[in-house]
Nanobody
Framework: QVQLVESGGGLVQAGGSLRLSCAAS????????MAWFRQAPGKEREFVAA????????RYADSVKGRFTISRGNARNTAYLQMNSLKPEDTADYYC??????????????WGKGTLVTVSS
């Protein structure tokens, strides 16, 4: 059974930084892309960032471009989201996701349970 476990969430002041981590475990048949999504209270879940299996291809939502950086660990079963210049509107539950095959921004195959990021003004 595939598990994705997020860590690194917390409370930070506006303008601060946080780094989220995601570790995948279990049997995943083949290469897979990883991504981060978020869901703010009362809103739908939205795409944040995605990274290919190799780490060489990335995608970002317009709202986080230039502030967030997604990366892949050397072991390939980990992904990170470096979040800088955080804003109160970045407050949300952040979910790690994985998808077999090439990079994608929706239709993920596996999901973590989420980690809460709260940005105070």
């Amino acid at each position: 059974q595939v598990q994705l476990v997020e860590s690194g969430g917390g409370l930070v002041q506006a303008g601060g930084s946080l780094r989220l981590s995601c570790a995948a475990s279990g049997r995943i048949a083949g290469s897979y892309a990883m991504a981060w999504f978020r869901q703010a209270p009362g809103k739908e879940r939205e795409f944040v960032a995605a990274v290919s299996w190799s780490g060489g291809i990335v995608r970002y939502a317009d709202s986080v471009k230039g502030r967030f950086t997604i990366s892949r660990g050397n072991a390939r079963n980990t992904a990170y989201l470096q979040m800088n210049s955080l804003k109160p509107e970045d407050t949300a539950d952040y979910y790690c996701a994985a998808a077999l095959g090439p990079i994608r921004t929706d239709g993920m195959d596996y999901w973590g349970k989420g980690t809460l990021v709260t940005v105070s003004s």
